[in-house]
């Protein structure tokens, strides 16, 4: 196999604003993975596309033909998106070796549950990787989480791996943070082996704040553009202890959030406790729950087991400077910093994580961190899809 | 790679009623491609599970994690099955190199239709191939419709490049017809080469049979043993006449039908012109529907273009001997037998088909036929996920 290859990851978060393009070239694999990142776009879904998903993620009921639908428009889009990307960067299509997509997460549920009268946990992917696989001729890796979670782990968060190979450090302890809609924080001990790499997701991210502020500005905006709003407010104490009381918070990693949790039924409970409160005031407390959540995470269950010297923030929310701010404020004695500071661009930090997790995969890596999801075993993750350039890729022309 | 694999080929077909499993060996690949089919199962689905996935199958509106979790479902069924298949034969799971399943399709529309503003075509397939790849520690390729339909084809019918490389002869023009829930043919004439092969389906095979079974036996029978209620009963001839003036049995190949066309809808329109008729004529009015429906195909797309001396039947519908007489009436000129004849068991033809179609994609070989689906080209089909034995299967260790 070639020394090197061109990869695209593309990455679209329960936050639904859109899918995130990254061209990496990564030379290597496994602990040997270097990268040199290329380019990367952020392309936003239109509003009708945005609505649909967020009527299939909240759990409407829908003819399946909508989901077969979107599917395919998913990929149609990530195919748009790609091809965004490959102009911006000046390359051609057929210079890229291989995609590796997450897909849109319209499902997850990691803890058996009774259906037709057995346990069941599942995971839902949606962005059809044979579609992308067929419209840019590359060979496509997607769906990476089913495979964790029939290892019996919860399928995410399969960042971790990553983190591992990009940010473990000789001699400095570190807590990467990647603040989506879900927030989430792998832990990377000095010169960690991957046997001490612990994940899990902390709660929420933006997904709160976000929803918030859509409600308040009935969709004018989507997010708090760098936290202006929440800064203008104040914290409305009664209501984060509640919000803190979640049980999701204590129990125990592995764990996994979503919209099952801090969705619509979530924000609705808020807005019951709090009728009177001012915009800004629920705009800063779903702040502080979020510093404060991450804060209460690491405190609990990392610093335990080790010592930490920087908190790496990347995602969505290390653009929001107030966020950043209550962080440092909620993790005395810890660095906050952003991945950019580290080289790796905050916002396409997860992208570049779908195009490493596919090379890992390529070259019959695994690609979970067990101490992350649980899993039994380390397995080859994702969906293999060959596109027209399956013989240069494996070698055999 | 060795000269030979053991490969389990599983379907599960739009009739909804459980699981075929075929452990097939398989040697060499693409035309010199040799099975010999060591054993067979058929695993029916539980009365709950089949109703959830005609439940979903006919487009009634669920929340997105019925689908997921059915996903998971029907791969937990799919692993049972294969425990009983290995078991039956003699081996163990370690033993096999290689699954190949088609999933059980709860959407298909292979003609874009417009979607958030976009013309689409999509197609959705569930029974998760990466939780058949981690139960059963075997290397699975699953979903092999949807890499065609990327490829510009209706992703169906996909047995017609097995028919190819099993049944083509140097002498004998051969039609083969595969009778389950809906009725599909391969056109291979004498000596053909790929790009002669013809395929595509003719209408309902049992589906309009078992749906009146169904309803006017409350669900106690379930399909048309042996045609025995048919056979009591007569055409009811202006109804036959008008079920065989519905546009889908005049239009151009390439053609795919399924419940959207011959589903609940279809049988309501038959009950409602006959209101007053008995049950036994309705079903032989159904069956003869199939007969004449493949009769015309054969008459009208196949033989202006070739000469055909016999016709072999596949599938539920080779055991109907009602249907098989109905069938020799009404192909007159063509020698109707059944696969049995020439050593490949009808029941598990499709799930054998399965087993050489992933066969195919492990030798990285295309394996739809474009003048079957009207794929631009051919394709290497399906998603490979990689089980525990992916180092002996790609010959790394």
Redesign the interface.
């Known amino acids: 196999m070639k020394p090197s290859h061109l990869v695209i990851g593309l990455m679209s978060g329960t936050s639904l604003d859109g899918v995130d393009a990254a061209l990496v070239e990564i030379t290597g694999s496994g602990e040997s993975t270097r990268i040199q990142v290329k380019h990367f776009v952020s392309v936003p879904f239109?509003n009708?596309?945005q609505a649909?998903l967020l009527r299939?993620?909240s759990?409407?009921?829908?003819?399946?033909?909508v989901?077969?639908?979107l599917?395919?428009?998913l990929a149609?889009l990530y195919t748009e998106a790609i091809a965004q990307l490959c102009q911006e960067a000046g390359i051609e299509l057929n210079q890229v070796d291989l995609i590796g997509s997450h897909g849109q997460t319209?499902?997850?549920?990691s803890e058996p549950a009774a259906?037709?009268?057995?346990m069941?946990?599942?995971?839902?992917q949606i962005g059809?990787?044979?579609?992308l696989?067929?419209?840019t001729g590359v060979t496509t890796i997607s769906?990476f989480r089913?495979?964790d979670?029939?290892?019996g782990g919860k399928g995410a968060p399969l960042i971790p791996y990553v983190d591992y190979l990009l940010f473990r450090d000789d001699r400095l302890g570190r807590v990467l943070l990647n603040v989506g809609g879900i927030a989430n924080i792998t832990s990377l001990p000095a010169s960690a082996e991957m046997e001490q790499v612990k994940a899990f997701d902390t709660g929420p991210g933006n997904m709160v704040i976000d929803a918030l502020v859509r409600r308040f500005t009935n969709e004018e905006k989507t997010y708090d553009a760098n936290g202006s709003i929440a800064a203008g407010g104040q914290v409305i104490a009664p209501l984060l202890e509640k919000l803190l009381a979640h049980p999701f918070f204590s129990a125990d990693p592995p764990k996994t959030a979503g919209r099952e949790q801090f969705g619509e039924a979530f924000v609705r409970q808020m807005l019951e406790h709090s009728k009177t409160a001012r915009f800004e005031d629920l705009v800063c407390t779903a702040t502080e729950l979020t510093a404060r959540s991450v804060a209460a995470a690491v405190t609990r269950f990392v610093l335990p087991a080790t010592r930490v010297q920087q908190l790496i923030v990347s995602g969505g929310g290390a653009r929001n400077a107030f966020l950043m701010q209550r962080l440092q404020v909620a993790v005395t004695g810890i660095k906050v910093v952003t991945s950019d500071d580290l080289g790796v661009p905050t916002a396409a930090k997860e992208a570049i994580g779908f195009a490493i997790l596919a090379n890992e995969?390529l070259h019959?890596h695994a690609g979970n961190v067990p101490g992350a999801t649980g899993a039994r075993y380390p397995?080859?993750l994702?969906?293999?899809?060959?596109g027209d350039n399956?013989?240069r890729l494996?070698g055999?022309e």
């Not at 069941?120 to 839902?124: C, D, E």
């Open positions: 239109a009708d596309v649909e299939v993620a759990q409407t009921p829908v003819p399946a033909q989901i077969s639908h599917n395919f428009l149609t319209i499902f997850h549920q259906f037709c009268g057995r069941l946990a599942s995971t839902l059809e990787g044979s579609l696989a067929g419209n769906d089913p495979r979670m029939a290892a995969t019959l397995a080859v994702g969906k293999v899809v060959y399956y013989k494996r055999i």
